[in-house]
T-cell receptor, first 114, second 114 residues
Framework: TQLLEQSPQFLSIQEGENLTVYCNSS?????LQWYRQEPGEGPVLLVT?????EVKKLKRLTFQFGDARKDSSLHITAAQPGDTGLYLC??????????????FGTGTSLTVIP | GAGVSQSPSNKVTEKGKDVELRCDPI?????LYWYRQSLGQGLEFLIY????????KSGLPSDRFSAERTGGSVSTLTIQRTQQEDSAVYLC????????????FGPGTRLTVT
């Protein structure tokens, strides 16, 4: 069952522009993770958010967890070509909270044009 | 230290043959996950191992899929009588239990069934 929807699915922007990627669900998550994946490699963890309303910043990336812990967003400021990749969100089910079931979103493919 | 490794990196097989995919997790990581990823898509959970506990097999798509983990370390995912729809990238991840279950992924095995 696909519980997490990401939007947009594809995004192509010019270097220096800002962008926001969304991750939405009708389910409540105990924690939510964001990953970036480059072609031919496995996803690499960017951040984990656990508290409703939490905001985390990682250089030019800002992550927010919704107050109800059902959604999250990733905002990139002044995008660079090195930001190109597939961005994935993944939620850990708050109902089971056993740690063994992570639901991944469909992904947002970002291309930053120099 | 060494990350998660997977072998082979690429596997081409004929329909109906069996294949084995291997994952070496990070030393000391007791949790191990297998996922399947179709081209440019999100990750589909397959199976989860945690220490000596019984694995969570709820994501395995059919009885042709099985996995084992020997000595709490190396894991092997076996697909019997492969079908063309099994073609995908198979990703392995490991993590420390508890907390936010941050996962560290291997580079994946690209399986092509002809």
């Amino acid at each position: 069952t696909q519980l997490l929807e990401q939007s947009p699915q594809f995004l192509s922007i010019q270097e220096g522009e800002n962008l926001t990627v969304y991750c939405n669900s009708s389910s409540v998550f105990s924690s939510l993770q964001w990953y970036r994946q480059e072609p031919g490699e496995g996803p690499v963890l960017l951040v984990t958010v656990v508290t409703g309303g939490e905001v985390k910043k990682l250089k030019r990336l800002t992550f927010q967890f919704g107050d109800a812990r059902k959604d999250s967003s990733l905002h990139i400021t002044a995008a660079q070509p090195g930001d190109t990749g597939l961005y994935l969100c993944a939620g850990n089910d708050a109902l089971t909270n056993t740690g063994n079931q992570f639901y991944f979103g469909t992904g947002t493919s970002l291309t930053v044009i120099p | 230290g060494a990350g998660v490794s997977q072998s082979p990196s690429n596997k081409v097989t004929e329909k109906g043959k069996d294949v084995e995919l291997r994952c070496d997790p990070i030393s000391g990581h007791t949790a191990l996950y297998w996922y399947r990823q179709s081209l440019g898509q999100g990750l589909e959970f397959l199976i989860y191992f945690q220490g000596n506990s019984a694995p969570d097999k709820s994501g395995l798509p059919s009885d042709r899929f099985s996995a084992e983990r020997t000595g709490g370390s190396v894991s092997t995912l076996t697909i019997q009588r492969t079908q063309q729809e099994d073609s995908a990238v198979y990703l392995c991840a490991s993590s420390l239990p508890g907390g936010t279950y941050e996962q560290y992924f291997g580079p994946g095995t690209r399986l092509t069934v002809t």
